[in-house]
């Protein structure tokens, strides 16, 4: 394995993979992330299930911490920000709109993505973008466009993608960013609560986990 301390580069881009499950894009002076996944805690105890509070606020406060540090005039969220509608969940809407303008000198900009309902009332803190919307040479998505190669290289997220590590009689699955080819780079999921899926090696894919504190480099084919 080895530790990844430069910046990657696609479509002519370089894109700086960071610890905390983001990108910054210097090029675009910009933050991209996925999945936050907010008040999907919140939804499970709606219909019954016993999970901890916490999981917005959390994830609300990692995003501040990133701003804070990389002072970006852009972030970009590229889809499921919300993992409940917003015409349901008032209290999650007063949350974010009071936020969002916590942040006066960030521009913010999603993609929706499949649970991302009602999106539309946080306009115009946030304005909302059409999926594969470009970018300097890059589509933002939330869906992973897989095919080899894709036609047009693209960031998304959506897969939640998680690798698994096993040595010595132990395991751990670690969030993963997916760099497919040159044309393509699936983010992890940003959110406190959003579980993953194992990717493994396959063909021209490199994948990067993130243990909180550095990013890695893992087996490329």
């Known amino acids: ?30 933050l991209l992330l996925a999945d936050l996944h907010l008040g999907k805690a919140a939804a499970f105890r709606r219909a ?3 999970v901890p509070a916490g999981q917005s606020a959390a994830t609300l406060t990692r995003l501040s911490a990133l701003i804070d540090h990389w ?3 852009r972030v970009y969220w590229l889809g499921d920000i919300l993992h409940t509608s917003l015409a349901t969940d008032r209290d999650l ?17 999603a993609v929706p993505g499949n649970h991302d309902a009602a999106l539309e009332r946080l306009a115009p803190a946030l304005t909302l973008l059409t999926e594969g ?14 095919a080899t190669p894709s036609a047009q290289p693209w960031v998304a997220g959506h897969l939640h993608p998680v690798v698994r590590l096993s040595g010595g009689g132990d395991a751990l699955r670690l969030p993963a960013f997916i760099v497919q080819g040159d044309w393509g780079l699936i983010l992890p999921a940003f959110g406190e609560f959003t579980g993953g899926a194992p990717m493994g090696p396959g063909d021209g894919r490199r994948r990067f986990v993130t243990t909180g504190a550095r990013v890695v480099e893992v087996g490329r084919d």
């Not at 080895?2 to 002519?12: E, F, K, R, V």
Request: charge should be negative; include cysteine; aromatic fraction near 8%.
């Open 1 to 30: 394995m080895s530790t990844t301390d430069l910046p990657i580069q696609l479509a002519g881009q370089w894109l700086q993979l960071l610890p905390e499950r983001a990108v910054y894009w210097p090029g675009q002076r910009a």
């Open 71 to 73: 002072q970006p005039e």
């Open 93 to 109: 809407e007063a949350r974010l709109h009071a936020w969002l303008e916590d942040h006066p000198g960030v521009q913010f900009h």
């Open 48 to 50: 019954g299930v016993p």
């Open 133 to 146: 919307t470009q970018r300097d040479g890059l589509a933002l998505c939330h869906y992973p466009d897989e």
